[in-house]
């Protein structure tokens, strides 16, 4: 376990449009569980697919961030600069004899239920315009959730062998987020619960690479009345800068956190002292997602 000093959390966005309800709550809970935990708070933009990133988006989140007080340490990181680091992960893998590649298509796998079934695996001609795979072993992978509690996963039944290089050139989120949590030292991962089922897979790289494994977190995502996550795909409304301090209180309230009557009273720094002080990671409900007319 950590010392409280060594505490590194981060907020890892991808810039496909602007900060809104949804970010909002993933920045909110890291940069809480951070400062409570008198850690630092990083940011990363996950910036690795341009064609899913309009150019303003990285600009206005920054400004989101700080029309809402949730000030970072550091410089921030851009994952376009970092792919020297996944080709060396990722050559790394291939010299263990970890990585194959596959040019089965998404509907082939869509066709198994999802479940990849690593038939490349033992192919003897290299497919040409294919991702990279790496091989899972066959165990399964446990861990205990701050929020959620003990989950664990086999890999090999329930996800099989996964894509680190995709077809289309891009690296993989799974190996980018493992490569640069391991770069910045994150020792605590607080992010939604639309990413627990990608952790397993992420611990078990860590463990090809050698990396230490962070703590894990994971709130519930907010989704609207048609059970669909906040996403600009789903037109979440962007977030009002101007006046952002009915959100954070949104945002507090949506995370289980103990409100007063005063604070709609105060101003963003000093609600968000409250939070720091009273955060409580445990009153943080133990669900998948939360319909935001719920908490209105
Ligand atoms: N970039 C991912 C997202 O915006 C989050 C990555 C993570 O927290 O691990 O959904």
Redesign the pocket.
Known sequence: MKSKADYIG?????PSGPLHFG?LI?ALASYLDARAHHGQWLLRM?DLDPSREPPQAAGQILEALEAFGLHWDGPVLYQSSRLPAYRDALQRLQQEGLIYACDCTRQQIQGLGGVYDNRCRDRKDVPQDCALRVKVADRTIHFKDEIQGATQQQLLRECGDFVLLRKDGLFA?QLA?VVDDAFQNISC?V??S??LD?TPRQIYLQQCLGFETPQFAHFPVAVNEDNQKLSKQHFAAPLDHKTPLPALLRALKFLGQPLSEELAEGDIASVLQWAIAHWDIQAVPKLANIRLESID
């Not at 981060?10 to 991808?14: K, N, V």
Request: glycine share 6%.
């Open positions: 981060r907020f890892a966005p991808s970010s993933a996950e989120y987020v991962i992010r939604g639309d990413l990608s």
